[in-house]
C-alpha cells in the first residue's frame, strides 16, 4: 500500500511547471495554432452559449494535457463521473488508464447517481483538497455555480480566492455561459484572465460551423491563430478545419 502511494501521482505533492503545460496531440494541430503550451499560473476562461462547444473543448484540453503528463482535475457540474468517462470514450479519448494511474481524477456534483449535492457552491469546491494536488483544474460549468448578485467587496474576494489558487503554479480553467452569470463578474473574470476563449457558431450552407476565437493568450509558447474552426467526428475526436483557421 504504501509503495502504491509513493506512485500516485496524485498523492505526491504538486510541482510547478515554469514553462507550461503542453497539451499537443498527434490526431490534431490544435496546439500548433495555439500557442504550443497553456501557461501556468494561469486563469482560462472558455466562454460560449448552451451547444457552443464548451465541453468538447475542455475535454480535448483535459486528454491533450494528461497525454502529455500533466495532472488534471475536471470538475462536472453537467455530468455524472460515468457520464464524463463515456462521453470522452465516444469522442476517442480513452481516459480509463489516466484515471488508474493518477493523471486524471474527475469529480462530479452528481456523483455517480442524477441526484446533485445541495448546496455546493464555486466558493465550496475550489477548497477541495484535490485542487492543491493538480497542476490544471478544469470546472464546466463554473457558471452554473457562480454566486449571485455580488457586490464589490465579495466580487474582490472570490477573484482573489482565484488567483491563490493559481499562486502556486497550477492553473484553473473555467468553463462559462455568460447567460448564467453576473455581468460584472464575467467582466471581472475576462479582465483578470491569462487565456479568454471564446466559442463560435454559425449556421453556413446548412451546416453548423463552430470557431474558436482567440480573444487573450498571455506567455504563449508558439504561433497563436485569431480563430480556429473546429469539428468533432466519432471515435476521431477533436479535428481542426484548416480552412477555416485564420
Given at each position: ?51 457552443g ?33 463515456e462521453?470522452m470514450?465516444?469522442?476517442?479519448y ?46 464546466d ?10 457586490d ?10 482565484l488567483r ?33 476563449l ?49
Amino acid at each position: 500500500m504504501d509503495d502504491y502511494i509513493k506512485e500516485d501521482p496524485f498523492l505526491t505533492a504538486h510541482k510547478p511547471k515554469e514553462d507550461g503545460f503542453p497539451y499537443e496531440l498527434e490526431t490534431d494541430s490544435l496546439a500548433d495554432s495555439m500557442g504550443l503550451r497553456l501557461p501556468n499560473r494561469s486563469l482560462y476562461v472558455l466562454q460560449g452559449a448552451v451547444g457552443g462547444g464548451k465541453s468538447l473543448i475542455s475535454q480535448r484540453l483535459a486528454f491533450g494535457l494528461c497525454e502529455n503528463g500533466v495532472k488534471v482535475l475536471v470538475i462536472t457540474t453537467e455530468l455524472t463521473t460515468r457520464g464524463w468517462v463515456e462521453q470522452m470514450e465516444s469522442i476517442g479519448y480513452g481516459v480509463t488508464d489516466a484515471i488508474r494511474e493518477g493523471r486524471l481524477l474527475v469529480f462530479s456534483r452528481f456523483g455517480t447517481i442524477a441526484e446533485p449535492v445541495p448546496d455546493i457552491g464555486l466558493q465550496e469546491l475550489l477548497q477541495s483538497e484535490a485542487i492543491e494536488l493538480a497542476d490544471v483544474v478544469i470546472i464546466d460549468a463554473a457558471s452554473s455555480i457562480m454566486p449571485d448578485d455580488l457586490d464589490d467587496k465579495s466580487r474582490f474576494q472570490l477573484m482573489q480566492q482565484l488567483r491563490q489558487i493559481c499562486s502556486s503554479g497550477r492553473s484553473l480553467m473555467l468553463c462559462v455561459d455568460p447567460e448564467e452569470m453576473d455581468h460584472k463578474l464575467m467582466h471581472t473574470l475576462r479582465a483578470s484572465s491569462e487565456v479568454v476563449l471564446d466559442l463560435e457558431t454559425a449556421m453556413i450552407g446548412g451546416e453548423i460551423k463552430r470557431n474558436i476565437v482567440i480573444t487573450r493568450f498571455l506567455r504563449a509558447a508558439g504561433p497563436i491563430q485569431t480563430s480556429i474552426g473546429w469539428r468533432v467526428e466519432p471515435s476521431m475526436g477533436f479535428i481542426v478545419d484548416i480552412t477555416a483557421v485564420s
